[in-house]
Nanobody, 125 residues
């Protein structure tokens, strides 16, 4: 299984970016998908997740109302639309995948078997 993330870049505060992640080598429909992020000197933190087949979505409080996770199962793609970006959103963003996991585990990095290579998002003030 391989995940390839893209779409990062440099944006001014208040701007928007859309991250994409394409999955290959497995049964995408059966995977819970998530986005995590890691800022310099900080631990990797949960941003958003979507259950397999496009069910339940959950968000970190820090991004709720600004970020939207979605998936296109026909294309094996997961997206993260990021609006009203803040300098605190600056981080490397990773997509992650796992076979169906308990709802309580969706926010935990240890729940995810597969990780993309990360894409840098930088928000200037």
């Amino acid at each position: 299984v391989q995940l390839q993330a893209s779409g990062g870049g440099l944006v001014q505060a208040g701007g928007s970016l859309r991250l994409s992640c394409v999955a290959s080598g497995g049964t995408f429909l059966d995977w819970d998908m998530a986005w995590f992020r890691q800022a310099p000197g900080k631990e990797r933190e949960f941003a958003a997740a979507m259950r397999y087949r496009g069910g339940t979505t959950i968000y970190a409080d820090s991004v709720k109302g600004r970020f939207t996770i979605s998936r296109d199962n026909a294309k094996n793609m997961v997206y993260l639309q990021m609006d009203s970006l803040k300098p605190d959103d600056t981080a490397v963003y990773y997509c992650a995948a796992t076979p169906r996991v308990a709802l309580s585990g969706l926010r935990l990095p240890a729940s995810y078997y597969y990780w993309g290579q990360g894409t840098q998002v930088t928000v200037s003030s």
